[in-house]
């Protein structure tokens, strides 16, 4: 069914827009998220850190030289009736008060947690639910591997039982189809009971 819903096809009409927003931690994959999955060219604000930013970004963590400075953009089409822009996050802290920016406007979101620095993730969910935004917590897997079970990261995380958790390998374009639509069904339900 996802990859149904993902086929490009060409729409004489104006499709739905879903502002879709992608947080976490630094270093966690909001960057390869997007990439993986963007039929454009993402746009990407990286920057190279540089030893002005020691002692202020987690500088040389997880092998990364560069760090999202504003955000990430792309865009993917969900059938001829549905187009989903999706906007990553930065991860350093001083750049969080561009969050409230990025989120205006946004059906969903979608939390990417690196279950090595759990930790890193509880201020995307927090903001979330004080927004009371639709999520799904997305477990990147990195080099394929799932280290924990969804289950010991939604006792770790306290998130309730209705926030759907996922396992995820972002540089896989079918995970991240599948974490998105999931997504998307949970944001077009929780709209349909505020509308009854």
């Known amino acids: 069914m996802a990859s149904a819903l993902f086929d490009h096809a060409r729409v004489s009409a104006a499709p739905v827009a879903m502002k879709i927003v992608v947080a976490g931690g630094f270093a966690v994959g909001k960057t390869t998220l997007i990439g993986s999955i963007s ?9 190279e850190m540089t030893v002005e930013s020691l002692g202020v970004d987690r500088s040389g963590q997880m092998g990364k030289t560069g760090t999202t400075v504003a955000m990430d953009f792309g865009r993917i089409t969900l059938g001829p009736d549905m187009v989903l ?10 750049f969080w008060f561009l969050w409230d920016e990025l989120v205006r406007g ?7 947690v690196d279950t090595r620095r759990v930790a890193e993730c509880f201020a995307a969910v927090d903001y979330f639910e004080a927004l ?4 799904v917590v997305a477990v990147n897997m ?24 996922v396992l995820c390998d972002v540089r896989r374009k079918t995970h991240v189809q599948e974490t998105l639509v999931l997504l998307v069904e949970s944001a077009l339900r929780n709209a349909q009971r505020a509308a009854v």
């Open 142 to 165: 990195f080099d394929g591997v799932a280290t924990h079970h969804p289950r010991a990261v939604r006792e770790a995380l306290a998130v309730p039982a209705n926030i759907p958790i």
């Open 106 to 112: 946004a059906v969903g979101g979608v939390v990417l």
């Open 39 to 47: 039929e454009i060219e993402p746009l990407r604000t990286e920057a």
């Open 85 to 94: 822009y999706l906007f990553g996050t930065p991860g350093q802290d001083r």
């Open 132 to 135: 009371g935004i639709p999520f």
